[in-house]
DNA sequence: ATCATTAATCGTAATATTACAATAAAAATT
DNA sequence: AATTTTTATTGTAATATTACGATTAATGAT
């Protein structure tokens, strides 16, 4: 086994999951979190900032352009990356319903 | 390989990474909304409303549990499995840091 | 045309995750 | 005490993920 029975979950259970799996790697995080802090959009030396070899950081960025989260720009030899804001925005709106429960009304038995 | 290098990344990262991998299955994601939905702390019959077998469903909670999100009170010979209020805000407080940003600036080069 | 730079892809190894049957453990009921 | 109910654990198989070296592809510079 080892596969997720997508089929059994509501269509929002499972994007709600696509979306924290992408999230689910420190290396995916650092790289969305580079991403908005360059006023500029960076491209490779996405590299140089995190400790992992070209190979990973270019799979990291390919799960995260699947998603939709990202999108990269070919500039000549480089490649610029940068937050997809339609998608991001869409993705914010399903977390925080998710995320926004208050626990005000929860006591345990 | 095949293991994550959690030590070239900061604290943060690596915690937004731990609770997002945690929201990254739709069955984990199903529990939690169960447990928020119901009123009274739901126990065992998560086996009966998702459609995994209870060893899944067992070892979905015991990584939930793990992580400090759910805690688990035995009550006869069933548990009672409930958010914990405390872990869950703090979680919130982080994914709203990560998460909040707003793609207003953000433009594509 | 040749070379350098940058990023994607391929191949592969190590490890993690998902799922379930079978079994064990623990408490309630008969 | 034997049985039932409920949950945890163990063992195992299938698949996914993470990481990196090596190679390829594409563009820019010499």
Redesign the pocket.
């Known amino acids: ?5 997508t089929e059994i979950f509501t269509d929002q259970q499972n994007q709600i999951a696509l979306f924290a ?1 992408a999230f ?2 420190p ?1 995916r995080v650092a790289i969305l979190q580079h991403l908005f802090k360059s006023e500029t959009c960076i ?3 996405l ?1 140089g900032e995190i400790g ?12 995260l ?1 699947n998603l939709g989260l990202i999108k ?1 720009n ?1 500039e ?5 990356y940068c937050i997809d804001k339609k998608v991001w925005e869409n993705m914010q709106k399903i977390f925080t319903e998710f995320l926004g429960k208050s626990g005000a009304n929860i006591e345990c038995c």
Chains 1, 2 share one sequence.
């Open positions: 086994m080892g596969v997720t029975k799996k689910g790697h290396a491209c490779g030396d590299v992992l070899a070209q190979a990973t950081i270019s799979q990291h960025l390919k799960e352009k990269g070919v000549g030899t480089s490649v610029c």
